[in-house]
């Protein structure tokens, strides 16, 4: 029942949008897609707004509301949009969207995608750094043979699902004092129970 904005950039692997948002309609989310204006030239809108329990928006439209977001999830996240954000730049509504996700400590996930060349830019350091302060999940790229390329949509579906199975054990876990305290009364009761015994029914010693 979580509702995750995914927001997608405009990179080649935009292509793999359909895969990520049918994955986490099929653990039970909503998914708000969020395409920046570059993302509309790699993704099918149509197809994916066949999906059920995904909504598309691109703007700041009053008429098109969205539910509160659970988490934020940017894959692909370019060269750009990582450095952009890091800025803490809000001039698009998929930048106020992720300026503001981080204002309220809401999960983001960046699963960055960009050449190799991009990849070692200097600054590259420093947004990660800069982001993950924040608070923000990085998915590093896959470097295989000189090239980098977005990390495999399956780990991405993975990183998201693990971070809200850790929450969720978290949230079910007694606090140790919790538990001296239920300890301390089960010892009380029994030392009670102990008191009360009836010495006339104990067994004789022998």
């Known amino acids: 029942n979580k509702k995750i904005y995914y927001i997608i950039c405009g990179a080649s692997r935009a292509d793999k949008a359909d895969i ?17 204006k570059d993302g509309l030239n790699f993704i099918d809108v149509e197809k994916l707004n066949s999906l059920k329990k995904n909504k598309i928006k691109c703007d700041w439209d009053s008429n098109n509301k ?14 750009n949009t990582l450095n952009t ?27 960055l995608a960009m050449n190799i060349n991009l990849w070692e830019h200097p600054i590259i350091s420093e947004s990660i750094k800069k982001v993950e302060s924040w608070g923000c999940r990085v998915i590093w790229p896959e470097i295989t043979r000189g090239k980098s390329s977005m990390m495999d949509t399956g780990k991405i579906l993975d990183t ?8 969720n054990f978290n949230s079910k876990k007694i606090n140790n004092n919790v538990i001296e305290s239920m300890l301390d009364g089960d010892r009380k009761s029994t030392r009670l129970n102990s008191s009360h015994t009836d010495i006339s029914r104990m067994p004789s010693s022998a």
């Open 85 to 111: 954000i890091a800025s803490g730049d809000a001039s698009s509504y998929p930048l106020c969207i992720i300026a503001s996700a981080i204002g309220r400590k809401v999960p983001i996930f960046i699963a």
């Open 66 to 79: 969205l539910p509160k977001e659970d988490a934020v999830v940017i894959a692909p996240c370019t060269f």
């Open 160 to 167: 998201v699902f693990f971070n809200f199975k850790r929450i």
């Open 20 to 36: 990520i948002i049918k994955g986490f309609l099929d653990e039970g989310a909503e998914v708000c897609t969020i395409p920046t």
